[in-house]
């Protein structure tokens, strides 16, 4: 039973578009949300992170928006570079508790 | 080190062996966390220590697992009895502060365990 899911195992964007990665969550109690990005043979490396007070986090090209009625959480990335091609990993949890990851979904932006 | 350091990084072993998997988290977080991730999923929890003690061991899957952090600092991942479906990548990833925190973890590059 998959409390994080991201139903798109792979995207491909073209150089300079936005990629949008989607994210959906069971457990109305999650109220962290963090996203991951993943390089072959690297551990994951955090990206963004947004809390469940607010409905859109901004830094630089990343932006998190979180609708908590729909249980919904997306990352945009505008635009996008060759070097953001990865996996990218949707974590929640509720508070006091530990991360529960997404499977991922891998992200490939071509020149 | 400025990040968090996993050894070895590569580790195949005979199903029925005992392994022992080693992580060095960064100087000064007193939050370490292990994580197993298998292909095609994403990291599943396994344990969190707080200084020296387990704050929570939920995700051990039996009780071939176990971890221990006897100094607060490098923290060791035992399995014993090895099966070939402990077959993985575990990752090691420290912090400095507790769960649930809006700054994330550090991950390390994991080691890839195969049983065969």
């Known amino acids: 039973d998959q409390q994080v899911k991201q139903n798109s195992p792979s995207l491909s964007v073209q150089e300079g578009r936005i990629s949008i990665l989607n994210c959906d969550y069971t457990?109305?109690?999650?109220?962290?949300f963090l996203w991951y990005k993943k390089y072959p043979a690297e551990g994951p490396t955090f990206l963004i992170s947004?809390?469940?007070?607010?409905d859109k986090n901004e830094d630089g090209r990343f932006t998190v928006f979180l609708n908590k009625s729909a249980k919904h959480l997306s990352l945009h990335i505008v635009p996008s570079q060759p070097g953001d091609s990865a996996v990218y990993f949707c974590?929640?949890?509720?508070?006091?508790?530990?991360?529960?990851f997404g499977p991922g979904t891998r992200l490939s932006v071509l020149p | 080190g400025a990040g968090v350091s996993q050894t070895p990084s590569n580790k195949v072993t005979e199903k029925g062996k005992y392994v022992e998997l080693r992580c060095d988290p960064i100087?000064?977080?007193?939050?370490l966390y292990w994580y197993r991730q298998s292909l095609g999923q994403g990291p599943e929890f396994l344990i969190y220590?707080?200084?020296?003690?387990?704050?929570?061991d939920s995700g051990l899957p039996n009780d071939r697992f176990f971890a221990v952090r006897p100094e607060g600092s490098v923290s060791t991942l035992k399995i014993q009895r090895t099966e070939r479906g402990d077959s993985a990548v575990y990752l090691c990833?420290?912090?400095?502060?507790?769960?649930?925190?809006?700054?994330?973890?550090?991950f390390g590059s994991g080691t890839r365990l195969t049983v065969v």
């Open positions: 947004i809390s469940s007070i607010k």
């Open positions: 974590a929640a949890s509720e508070e006091g508790q530990n991360f529960v």
């Open positions: 100087s000064g977080h007193t939050a």
């Open positions: 990833a420290s912090s400095s502060r507790g769960p649930a925190s809006s700054y994330g973890y550090t």
């Open positions: 457990n109305s109690m999650f109220d962290y």
């Open positions: 220590f707080q200084g020296t003690g387990a704050a929570d």
